[in-house]
């Protein structure tokens, strides 16, 4: 309650995984709030990221974990540890949708999809009251604060106590996060990081023999390195590149490389579970009248695909004596190609950068205005970090906006919105 007793309303525009977490929290503080979003329904990204289980964090040790967010581990590491992987788990078990900790260390919950968690936070939000406004388009700030929005009965205008932006990058544009945001912002004055993919996969020059046979198959338990840096995991073969969680979690320098060279070139070895020399003992083994295919198959254990792989990278005979053939097949060299767009990346590397906050995320050229997601300059791998900052960041603003309502004394009250359109 504001200091006249006057509910307050907050407004949160964006309904993914950092706007809804921000709703909930506001929400259960007793505050009134309103969830606008441009699309006909809310967490949309959130059900696409149920189709690969729906990671939602990671149990490695805490500081282990908040390295993987490179340059923004300094100003994510409090927020994260405020609202921290144990509190997403003990959120989602709320939500009867407990977790488990799978063999990678990641989280997920037991239903390994989306659906019953949305179903199950949505129901908890209207319960708390919260109101949601969709086919409602941010188009920028009016008078006095005022949110201008875009709607399917024409522009409206809502005022609030305080505004939580979380609007998402640009991946996945259809899913929600288009990056709408970036022209209204600049125009504000507030400094942006050009949006760049991450996570995503590259482009490869396959062959057409390849790429016909072997599209849309897994390279699996491999190790990919770039530089220094060895990956364990796996990739998939796409008709144009390559993708996959062991690319997705070197996308970062490998873009970064491209950018300042013009190439990528990665190293592929495709049995890293046996050392060289025993490699080259079960390849010596074979039977002199077997064929290379065999050999490759039956002593090597590789995949049609891993094989198909080591002759297009060869572009040549591959060698038949033992020791250069096992040399060969840990070392594959793969050149690749510029990196899959927007439109293809599980996320979004830059955004607003951390100087136009305070440290409750609030824009210092907009008092009372809140960011928290992937709208935020930061980038992480796959593995439950995504997820996690989005949660954390949204408490995060949460509790900013409610810690500024309370010393402003903001009174604009419950019921002060628009109709709508």
């Avoid at 407990?98 to 019953?116: D, I, M, N, Q």
């Avoid at 936070?121 to 109101?131: D, M, N, P, T």
């Avoid at 072997?214 to 390195?225: D, V």
């Avoid at 796409?238 to 062991?246: C, K, N, P, S």
Wanted: charged content about 20%; proline content about 6%; aromatic content about 6%.
């Amino acid at each position: 309650m504001s200091k006249s007793g006057v509910e307050q309303t907050v407004a949160v525009i964006g309904g993914g995984p950092a706007g809804l977490m921000a709703a909930e929290r506001l929400a259960t503080a007793g505050l009134h709030v309103t969830i606008y979003d441009h699309l006909p329904s809310l967490g949309r990204k959130l059900l696409m990221a149920g189709r690969g289980g729906l990671n939602l964090t990671h149990s490695e040790p805490l500081e282990r974990f908040l390295a993987h967010y490179g340059a923004a581990a300094g100003w994510l590491a409090p927020i994260i540890r405020a609202f921290p992987p144990e509190a997403v788990r003990a959120w989602a078990d709320g939500l009867e949708a407990e977790t488990f900790v799978g063999s990678s260390g990641r989280v997920f919950p037991k239903a390994l999809k989306a659906s019953p968690l949305l179903r199950s936070w949505l129901g908890r939000l209207a319960s708390l009251g919260v109101e949601m406004r969709l086919r409602h388009r941010w188009t920028g700030f009016g008078p006095d604060n005022a949110l201008r929005f875009e709607t399917p009965g024409g522009p409206v205008e809502a005022m609030a106590g305080a505004t939580i932006l979380a609007m998402g990058g640009a991946s996945w544009p259809r899913l929600g996060s288009d990056a709408s945001f970036f022209v209204i912002l600049e125009r504000e004055g507030v400094a942006i990081a050009p949006l760049q993919p991450a996570n995503m996969g590259f482009e490869v020059a396959w062959s057409e023999t390849f790429r016909k046979r072997f599209a849309g198959q897994p390279l699996k338990r491999i190790r990919i390195a770039h530089g220094d840096r060895p990956v364990m995991g796996e990739a998939m073969i796409t008709a144009h590149g390559i993708e996959g969680g062991a690319i997705y979690a070197l996308a970062d320098t490998l873009r970064t490389g491209r950018e300042q060279s013009g190439t990528a070139e990665i190293l592929i070895d495709l049995r890293p579970d046996l050392s060289a020399g025993r490699l080259t003992e079960r390849l010596a083994r074979s039977r002199a009248k077997e064929s290379l295919s065999n050999r490759l198959r039956k002593a090597a254990g590789l995949s049609p695909v891993a094989i198909g792989l080591l002759r297009e990278t060869i572009g040549g005979p591959l060698p038949a004596e033992a020791a250069s053939l096992a040399t060969a097949i840990k070392s594959v060299r793969l050149t690749l190609g510029p990196p899959f767009g927007l439109a293809r990346a599980i996320s979004t590397a830059g955004g607003v950068l951390h100087d136009n906050l305070d440290e409750r995320l609030m824009l210092r050229k907009r008092p009372g205005v809140f960011l928290a997601g992937e709208m935020l300059d930061w980038e992480a791998p796959t593995g439950g970090y995504l997820l996690q900052a989005c949660f954390s960041t949204g408490a995060a603003a949460a509790e900013g906006a409610m810690a500024w309502l309370a010393e402003s004394g903001n009174t604009i009250a419950a019921g002060a919105a628009a109709p709508e359109g």
